[in-house]
């Protein structure tokens, strides 16, 4: 696998601001050039807020976290053992100076947290899963099949940024040139609010620019919408998995995108 990126190999990188540093610096010291674009922004809600519906609620045998945001907005709300939906948020855990108890073994969503041995039978037992708002149903709703009582608690919310006419028409000149090689999506949720954002020449060519993510669920979504888009899936979510991704396709013809304007 190719180490390294073609020589300012452009990657618009669409995660929020505060999360795309580690990445963009990734992508930069393998001969990249990231090209930030965040498609949600992320926002605390008032305390006072969370802290109503906090009590609202009963103490929980189980806290899971599904996100690096959830930890960064609601470790001040957990209760009982502590779950993260994969490595990241197990060591934003670990970082804020709590302990780790339910973490996959492999992968980093809902799926593979609800095969941990710790959520087999959950009979009797109160989760509280820290999101931000709204947020995927799968796992309360497997939670609670097994005989969990489920509550959620919204301890931050994404919004849609606003970029002004400037910022777009530089975007766009961007991609027209061919400086835009990749995209790196990382939600479902990203890779909608990122089709609401660009202008129309835009999503023409994101149709036809390799995308790269760490979820199989963004990999059927572009497929479903767009077969023909050159949509790769990374080994995880981590940026040297999303880089060595990147830098193995940008290294075979195949995957190379064609230039926007090409038929």
């Known amino acids: 696998m190719a180490d390294r990126l073609p020589a300012n190999f452009g990657v618009l990188v669409t995660r929020p601001r505060r999360q795309a540093a580690e990445l963009a610096e990734e992508i930069r010291a393998r001969g990249g050039n990231p090209i930030l674009f965040p498609c949600i922004e992320i926002q605390s809600r008032p305390t006072d807020e969370i802290e109503r519906d906090r009590a609202s609620l009963p103490d929980p045998d189980i806290t899971v976290f599904v996100s690096r945001n959830a930890v960064e907005f609601g470790i001040a709300y957990a209760g009982g053992e502590l779950a993260a939906i994969g490595p990241a ?127 199989a669920r963004v990999l059927k979504e572009a497929h479903s919408q767009h077969p023909d888009c050159p949509a790769i899936l990374a080994a995880g979510p981590a940026p040297d998995a999303i880089v060595d991704c990147l830098a193995h396709a940008a290294g075979t013809p195949s995957a190379t995108p064609p230039s926007p304007g090409s038929n």
């Open 89 to 215: 948020t197990a060591a934003a855990i670990r970082d804020a100076g709590s302990a780790v108890s339910i973490c996959p073994a492999s992968g980093f969503d809902s799926e593979h947290l609800l095969r941990e041995p710790a959520f087999s039978d959950m009979a009797g037992k109160t989760v509280r899963i820290i999101r931000g708002n709204p947020g995927r149903e799968k796992l309360a709703t497997e939670l609670r099949a097994r005989g969990a009582r489920v509550d959620y608690l919204s301890t931050y919310e994404r919004q849609l940024p606003q970029y002004d006419d400037e910022a777009l028409a530089a975007l766009s000149q961007d991609w027209a040139a061919g400086n835009i090689n990749a995209v790196v999506v990382m939600s479902v949720q990203s890779l909608e609010c990122l089709k609401l954002l660009l202008p129309a020449d835009c999503r023409d060519a994101l149709a036809r620019t390799l995308l790269v993510t760490p979820a």
